[in-house]
């Protein structure tokens, strides 16, 4: 599916609430929300229910707006683990993936890299 730009730092994909979100690039997992409801717009900071991984030093991920979250922080994710399901929670007008790259604890423009971190399955 073809990502949906908007004016905040991330990338937004539309999917049905529950779509899997499958890890491509092996990392740790450093934070995790997952009591958000929908309809509770502060919730996880805006994220909602999200996952954030540190893939080595300098780069992490985030997934956020989740309906569901599998992992735990500290757990080490392999290849193809299903981390969480896209949703609806958060400060969030539809169901989605908002993904982030931060390269030195900077957001950055991950377009490129996106397929290389995760799949939607």
């Not at 997952?34 to 509770?40: A, D, E, S, Y």
């Not at 900071?45 to 599998?70: C, D, M, P, Q």
């Not at 929670?89 to 030195?104: A, D, M, V």
Request: hydrophobic share 25%.
């Amino acid at each position: 599916m073809p990502p949906n730009r908007s004016i905040h730092n991330g990338i937004d994909y539309a999917s049905q609430t529950g779509t899997k979100i499958a890890l491509k690039k092996p990392g740790k997992v450093l934070r995790i929300e997952n009591k958000c409801i929908p309809g509770t717009f502060d919730c996880g900071g805006g994220y909602g229910n999200f996952v954030e991984i540190e893939h080595s030093s300098t780069i992490k991920t985030l997934y956020a707006h989740l309906s569901k979250v599998n992992v735990q922080p500290g757990q080490y994710i392999y290849k193809g683990k299903i981390i969480g399901e896209t949703g609806n929670t958060g400060r969030s007008t539809g169901p989605h993936l908002h993904w982030e790259y931060k390269i030195n604890n900077v957001k950055s423009n991950g377009t490129n890299f996106a397929n290389d971190y995760f799949g939607l399955v």
